[in-house]
């Protein structure tokens, strides 16, 4: 097929034609993938800080179970460790290092309710069949922290969520009903990121923000659009190189 551009034409063969437009529709979903990231970053954000400015939360056991509208509250709370019941998050990185989260049941003063307290990162060690460390200094105390989801695995294998039978209790991926049932006590369907400044975690890297910021990913956007631009230049030059030959 020739198309005529003033003196000019453009000769378009099938099989790179449709190479082209399979390439630059490509390169446009890329580009318009990153700029929702952004948005959807830019709007994490802001949902943050608005949850961090909002006050601290006083955590007891008549507080609604509404993960979307307490995620990222600062709270404090008065209760008591059950030290002799926790958990270990399995296959979770720090510096390039795997180990575990140490989840704690903290049970909230004044009920039997309980919300699972990540005491932060410990390392795994070289006989994996011996599980670390984990004791509690102080089992009636208050604490205080930010609510966060439980941390994310990136493939969800099938029973990542049964937790081992031994104590502390192994777990791939956290199902708080799972854990609820193993302890005989309801929990809260989030964790508590222990305050840093506390005694009685581990290490304690929490995020504030997005790994990416919302502007790497438009940087990344205009670098697809960029390349979708240099293949349809590259395509015209070919197009009217066929058609001069």
């Known amino acids: 097929m020739n198309i005529k551009i003033g003196r000019r034409s453009l000769k378009f063969e099938i099989i790179p034609t449709i190479a082209y437009l399979c390439l630059l529709s490509l390169l446009l979903s890329l580009g318009a993938w990153q700029l929702r990231r952004s948005d959807e970053k830019q709007a994490f954000i802001k949902l943050e800080e608005q949850r961090l400015a909002s006050g601290t939360l006083h955590l007891s056991a008549n507080v609604e179970d509404d993960l979307d509208m307490l995620k990222y509250r600062n709270v404090t709370m008065i209760g008591s460790y059950d030290q002799a019941h926790q ?51 102080e089992l009636q105390t208050t604490i205080a922290g930010r609510i966060n989801s439980f941390p994310s695995v990136g493939i969800k294998l099938a029973g990542a969520e049964i937790p081992t039978d031994t104590w502390p209790s192994v777990v791939q991926r956290v199902d708080s009903g799972i854990l609820a049932k193993k302890l005989g006590y309801p929990l809260f369907p989030f964790q508590i990121e222990l305050d840093q400044d506390l005694p009685g975690g581990f290490k304690r890297e929490w995020r504030t923000a997005t790994v990416m910021s919302p502007e790497q990913h438009i940087g990344y956007a205009v670098q697809w659009f960029g390349l979708a631009l240099t293949l349809t230049l590259i395509f015209i030059w070919y197009s009217i190189k066929k058609d001069n030959e």
Do not use: C, E, H, M
Request: charged share 20%; proline share 8%.
């Open 87 to 137: 958990f270990l998050i399995d296959n979770q990185i720090s510096d390039g290092k795997v180990g575990y989260y140490v989840l704690t049941p903290f049970i909230l003063q004044g009920g039997n309710k309980a919300v699972l307290i990540n005491r932060g990162w410990v390392p795994l060690n070289k006989d994996r069949s011996i599980l670390p460390d984990v004791p509690v200094d």
